[in-house]
C-alpha cells in the first residue's frame, strides 16, 4: 500500500499546486477557495507535513508548494490572513524556518514578502 501513499502525495502536491496558481492576484478565486474550505484543509496539511518533514523529502516538496499556497492566498486578503492564522498555519510555517532544508527556509521567507 505504499504506492498509494505516494500517489496520495503526489495528488496533495497538485492539488496545492492548482490552488496556489488559482489563486496568485485574484482576490475573488482566493475567497472562493476560502468558501469551500481550503484554508483549513491547507492548514492541515501544512501542520501533517512539517511534522514529517525531517524524516522525508515528499514531505519537504508538500511543505513548500503548501506555504506558497497558503501565501497566494493571504495576499491582499485581510479576511483569509485571520482565517489562515485560525486554522493552526502560522506555528508550522515557523517550525519550516527551523528546518535543515534551505529550501523550505526560503519558501518561508519568500511568503513573508508577499
Known amino acids: ?7 496520495s502525495s503526489k495528488a496533495k502536491e ?6 496556489s496558481k488559482l ?4 482576490e475573488s478565486i ?3 477557495i476560502a468558501s469551500a474550505g481550503g484554508i483549513p484543509l491547507l492548514a492541515s ?3 501533517a507535513s512539517t511534522a514529517n518533514v525531517k524524516e522525508m523529502s515528499q514531505a519537504a516538496q508538500l511543505c513548500s508548494l503548501t506555504a506558497n499556497a497558503v501565501s497566494q ?3 491582499g486578503n485581510l479576511a483569509n490572513k485571520v482565517s489562515i492564522a485560525e486554522a493552526g498555519a502560522i ?6 524556518l527551523a528546518s535543515p532544508s534551505a529550501e523550505l527556509q ?9
Do not use: C, F, T
Not at 500500500?1 to 500517489?7: K, N, Q, R, V, Y
Open 30 to 32: 482566493q475567497s472562493a
Open 91 to 96: 506555528p508550522p510555517l515557523v517550525l519550516m
Open 106 to 114: 526560503a519558501q518561508v521567507i519568500s511568503s513573508d514578502d508577499r
Open 14 to 19: 497538485n492539488s496545492v499546486s492548482a490552488i
Open 1 to 7: 500500500m505504499h504506492a498509494d501513499s505516494g500517489s
Open 73 to 75: 492566498l493571504a495576499e
Open 23 to 26: 489563486a496568485y492576484k485574484s
Open 45 to 47: 496539511v501544512l501542520i
